[in-house]
């Protein structure tokens, strides 16, 4: 690793406007856990499950909140919400991973493409006619923006990175490498056993403040556009079809697909591997945890799931035996107890 | 956007080969839905969902079926089939979204790879040699066709995707960025806790008329090769392992996983997050639900479906509680029934 | 495919070092199954299910047990383990995919990059400064490997590969074309309705002897590393997060996803599209099927499964229902039972 930068007590406490308990002028060199914070490392203190770490913990200072400032006797820099700082302080450790390009050389940028100001472009990437970039984007190595394309303020791509023809991406998005947004989205129109082709006209409006994850897929639209609201955050390799729409601050997690048409809330949280079928709608704020598969609209907040739980292989091979015999199972005890 | 073609109606019937009931001089220059339609707009009616839309729609002219004609007011496309006609329509209305580049200068395109006519070829793409490109295949940019590969005439393929040696894609293929075709088959020999690595001697081989999602992989075979019928449809982030065969015209959606030497016959609709595992083999004219596993072979058309479908989250943990429970409970039941 | 290597079988015998029965002299030219082989192919037999397919080869050699021996009449080689000698064979027969780049002129390799001997950078490869490149390692086109990543001796990149600054891959690698290691864990701290992103400060750091499939991901640790032991083979399109611990010649096939944290122990087999939810821990030697959900650490070695198994989708749609009312189903029989 690059030498990360130091800090000293009182810098780190001013420059995340916390109050100070103990020595100012220690040196702060790295972040850690508690557990494994050694001399020079600043930690931080939220979950109960790792009071212990915090006790025997040889971190040099430690975030925590009031409430549990006596717990730890060393240096602490003290904020209400301890996790929320330790997010701050984690991006004052962090490296500018992005290589300094300017616009590479062997960037192809077409002359009509419309470029701000501080840009950085990257090797061999390409920027197609009438595409935009505007102020503080930074983008990698063999990307492709592509015609008409725009790309909002303070974005950051990374390398591999498809954009296609006229999509819509906010300000200060982070899309990492391998995305691509605006392929076409999966439809067709059949007749007797062939499938003909349908153009897909719309397009992809992303938010600001959107993350989409390495090697995610966000298809245009067939006629209207898919659209991403603001602040939602979009996990590696999750597949989102044409014409889906997603409320401000949802969450996604990986390897998550949304077919065709469905809507999704604002503020919900779509754990990993989840499907969504096409023109299902879910309302705000609903969780649906890990590889469930939603298969019909869900009106109500809330958290939902399916699947059977983890067995043994041996006893799931009996029981997925009776799972099969269930409806005429519940349909004897049912006869036999009106019967009785 | 680019601004779109614009066309007379009169123009329209004939490019479609449809009838023309209204005014034939009215200028269309979009396709919309029948809720969205404004002045300008053509649009379709297929589906008694809409017909509300279709009554209040803006749209200048529809297209619609002549035994619902007479519930449309307005000017007319007349077609037996709208959705069919309405597929064929939107490839008036699409701009060419692939760059002009001609063989782009920064491509490195090997003295020995054949090329046909009228081709494109995007920056940075690289051609191996030996690999063979047909007349009037346009390539993106940052893509690698391998050694000795061939790319059948009319197919286009985006950017970023990479064809490995000896792999066969047929006639009007569309593939879009970030695909892998040809990787190694995940193939192992195990000794010990070890695993040899086993060479991939197979290849790929795509029929015509082949459409692959962003980001999908197809293995080549590990002796002999993996095939991929005519008219086969696949969406994004699929993955095909080695000496997979698909017949003609399956349609396999978003997030699909087909496991080694499975097969699928023709005119299947495999839906999206679907896991087949391998060696099985699937019938003809079989759909698979959305998430399901096929974990056995499936020998008669018809419909297919695993999981539990979605529950609240409280009450799905007591349910799958019952599940494993299910062949003991099944047990004391039958046995309750016999002993009365 | 280019001619591939022809051997007589006395050298074949030498190079695998076996015991040959037969026609010393016998030309072979290829490796094919039992059932497909013709005149000059080697093929072999390791399976009882392919006995009737051992009888009727046309096979010029067969690789075969001391114990089977007798039941094939031509010529032979004799292994202990046949399967491990056909892997063995296989990569005699394997053509060198990877084109002969030596250092490609349009590669980007930072002065600061540390390269060492017999080195193959394919076209448009950019190498950042600090990285490190040791001896006998072959990278394709496209690819990025950032700032004081370091690639271990012999090891192998596809095409479109990137490799995040400061990853560490251990030698004799094998990674496909498409793959992402070291992207962003998924990290944020949620302050009311906002996601507050958090530096990923940790790594990758990558064993020995290990293969990454195409298109798969392996973020970077949130301070920690992500950690994959050494042998571990993961397929195609696979999502590995951050802080996850991977045990040596663990097994993970496609599309699978395994999130934040977990670990996996050594010797383990992760069917494909299975979900491994964050934070769970799975002890050594075990086994999850196909598209199983692991919800909670297993403890014991053995096969785990879940999913209800494939049915007709009308039976399944009443058999979903009733899953529903498991729980309540039971307590009823309970009651009864209780009652008499």
Redesign the interface.
């Known amino acids: ?2 030498k ?1 930068r130091s800090y000293d007590l009182a810098s780190l406490a001013e420059l995340l406007q916390v109050k100070l308990d103990g020595d100012a002028t220690i040196k702060i060199s ?4 508690l557990a ?1 914070a050694n001399e020079g490392d600043l930690s931080f203190y939220h979950n109960p499950l790792y009071f212990n770490d915090l006790l025997k913990s040889r971190a040099s200072a430690v975030i925590i909140s009031p409430q549990q400032a006596d717990n730890f006797p060393g240096n602490k820099l003290i904020a209400e ?1 301890p ?2 700082c ?3 302080a ?2 004052l ?3 500018n ?1 992005q ?1 300094n390009y300017g616009l ?1 050389e ?1 960037a ?1 940028i077409h002359p009509q493409a419309r470029l701000g100001e501080k840009i950085n472009i ?3 990437t ?1 920027v ?3 595409a935009s970039i505007a102020d503080g984007v930074s983008i ?3 990307c ?1 923006i ?3 394309a725009s790309i909002g303020k303070d974005s950051r791509l ?3 990175v ?1 954009i ?3 999509v819509v991406v906010g300000q200060r998005a ?1 899309i ?3 995305v ?1 947004i605006g ?2 989205g ?1 439809g ?2 059949k ?1 007797g ?9 719309g ?1 992809v409006l992303i938010g600001d ?1 959107v ?1 989409v ?3 995610t ?1 966000i ?1 245009r639209g ?3 556009d898919t659209r991403i609201g603001d ?1 939602v ?1 979009i ?3 999750v ?1 989102i ?1 044409h014409n889906v729409e997603i409320g ?2 949802t ?1 996604i ?3 998550s ?1 949304v ?1 065709g048409s469905a809507r999704i809330g ?2 919900c949280v779509i ?3 989840v ?1 969504i ?1 096409n023109h299902v709608e879910i309302t705000d704020n609903v ?1 649906v ?8 609209s ?1 009106t109500r907040p ?26 005429s ?2 349909k ?2 049912k006869k ?2 009106t019967t009785k």
């Not at 790295?30 to 856990?33: E, S, V």
């Open positions: 690793m690059d990360l790295g972040l850690a856990t494994n919400q996790y929320i330790y997010a701050r984690s991006h450790f962090a490296v991973t290589e590479a062997s192809h990257g090797n061999n390409v197609e006619a009438g990698g190595a063999n492709v592509g015609r008409n990374d390398h591999n498809c296609a023809h006229d982070y990492y490498s391998g691509v392929s076409d999966f067709f129109a007749e056993e062939k499938y003909h082709k349908i153009a897909q006209l397009s403040d993350e994850g390495a090697n897929c298809d067939a006629l209207d602040g955050k996990d590696n390799q597949q079809a401000d601050n969450v997690c990986g390897c697909a077919a604002k503020n754990a990993g591997g499907g079928i969780t945890t890990a590889m469930s598969l939603v298969n019909q869900i809330g958290s939902y799931s399916s699947g059977t739980g983890l067995s043994n292989t041996l006893e799931w091979k009996k029981n997925i035996v009776r799972f099969r015999q269930l409806d199972m519940a004897s005890i036999y107890l």
